[in-house]
C-alpha cells in the first residue's frame, strides 16, 4: 500500500515546530507494511490543502492528513478535504451525537464548526480531545495535537497492514566513498535494498520483505565491513 | 520570495530520522523574510526528485534541496536535479579544483561521482565534508548530513533575503473555542496574521511586516485574553 502524508499548518513551515508528528505516522505505518511515498507540509489555506490532497488521493492508496482541525479561523482542513473530493462541508450527526454523549457537550454551546466535516464520511472519534477526525475516500484526517493524532490512527491503523518489511543495521567506521564495492555485491547477492547514512559512522541499512534473507545479507555485510557495535 | 523546500532521503519516509534539517531551513528562511509553501519529502528515486523539483521551480522562486549527495547508490539529489532541469550531470572542474585544493584530495582517488554536478551549475563547496552543493535555475542543492547542509546554507542565505517579517506570541490558558470572538476582533483592528497553536495552553501567534503593528496587536490581545507568562 502506497501512502503519502500532510501536514498542515503555518507553525511547521515557519520552523516553529519540528514536524515529529511526520515521523511517528511514518514510523507506524511502515511497521504495518505500507510504503510512505511523500511526506508534504502545506499552510493553512483551503486552497492548498485541497490541492496536493487531490493530486496525492489520484496518485497513492491513501493519504494521512493531520493539523488544522478545531474551531480557529486557522482550522480548515476539513474545508480543504471536502473541497479535494468535491463535497460539501456539513453539521454531522454522528460527531454531534458522539461529542454530546462521551464529551459531555452541549450541542449548542459546541464552537461553530467543530462537528463538520465532509458529507457521508465516516467519522473518527477524539478520544483524547474535542475536534473529530474522518475518512472520506481514502483520506484519513486527523488532528495535529500529537497524543490526538497518535489515538485517533490507532483506531484505523489495521486499515494500512500491508506486507511486512524487515530491517537490520549495520554500522561501520569506515568512509562511504570506501564502501562502494561492498555495497554493490550485497545488492547484486541478496534480495535486499541497501540504504547508507553518513554521520559520525556510517549506518547501512538493510530491507526487504524476507526476513532471513535480510539477515543473511546483514551477516555477509557484518563479516566485509569494520563493524561498530551497536549501542542499543 | 516564496520557497519550496525538498528533503531527500528514504531514512526520512520510514520514520528513521526526525525532520529537523526541515525545521532549521524553515526557520533560517523565515528570518531572512522568505516565505516558505511547501515542505516535501520524497524518496532516493530519481524520477520522484525530479518531477518535485520540476513542479515547485515552476511555482515558486527558489527551491532548497537537502540530503543524498554522495558517491552511494543511493545519493541520486543531482541526478534528480539535472533531470528536472534538462541538464546532463557532468564532472564540474570547479568542483574538483576545490576538493583538491582545499580538501586534499587527488582526482583519481575520489570516488565516482563526487564532483558530479548538472552542467553549468555553481558550485557549493562543503566546508564540513566532501560531496558539493550546487544552484541550478534558482534550485539550491544542500547535502543532508545537517552541520554540512548548515554551514553551506549560510554561503547563500543572503539570496533569499526579502521584506522582515515580525512576530509576537501571546499565551492564555482560555480554551481554543472560547477566543474567536477575541480572534476576530485582532484580525479585523490590525494588520496582523493570527495563529492559534493549542496544546498544554494555546499560543497565539501573531505575525507581519510592520513590527508596530504587530507589537500593538499583541497589546491588545494581551489586555483582552487571561495571559499566561512566556517562559523564555
Not at 147 to 160: H, I, N, R, S, T
Request: aromatic fraction near 6%; proline fraction near 4%.
Amino acid at each position: 500500500m502506497r501512502v503519502a502524508v500532510v501536514t498542515v499548518g503555518d507553525e511547521l513551515l515557519a520552523g516553529d515546530t519540528v514536524n515529529t508528528n511526520a515521523s511517528w505516522l511514518c514510523e507506524r505505518l511502515a511497521a504495518r507494511g505500507a510504503r510512505v511515498e511523500r511526506v508534504t507540509t502545506v499552510p493553512d489555506r483551503v486552497s492548498d490543502i485541497a490541492r496536493v490532497v487531490n493530486e496525492y488521493r489520484a496518485e497513492y492508496d491513501a493519504v494521512v492528513v493531520t493539523g488544522g482541525l478545531g474551531p480557529t479561523h486557522d482550522d480548515l482542513t476539513m474545508a480543504g478535504v471536502a473541497a479535494a473530493v468535491g463535497r460539501e462541508l456539513v453539521e454531522h450527526e454522528e460527531a454531534l451525537a458522539w461529542l454530546t454523549e462521551h464529551g459531555g457537550y452541549i450541542a449548542d454551546e459546541l464552537a461553530e464548526g467543530t462537528a463538520h466535516l465532509p458529507a457521508r464520511a465516516r467519522m473518527l472519534p477524539n478520544e483524547e480531545g474535542v475536534a473529530p477526525g474522518a475518512v472520506v475516500e481514502g483520506i484519513y484526517v486527523l488532528p495535529g495535537v500529537p497524543d490526538e493524532m497518535k489515538a485517533m490512527f490507532e483506531l484505523v491503523a489495521e486499515e494500512f497492514d500491508g506486507e511486512e518489511t524487515f530491517t537490520r543495521a549495520v554500522v561501520t567506521s569506515e568512509p562511504e566513498s570506501g564502501l562502494l564495492d561492498r555495497l554493490r555485491d550485497v545488492q547484486a547477492a541478496f534480495d535486499v535494498t541497501v540504504g547508507s547514512y553518513p554521520g559520525e559512522n556510517v549506518r547501512l541499512k538493510l530491507s526487504g520483505t524476507d526476513e532471513t534473507e535480510v539477515e543473511e545479507a546483514a551477516a555477509w555485510l557484518r563479516e566485509h565491513v569494520d563493524v561498530v557495535p551497536a549501542e542499543e
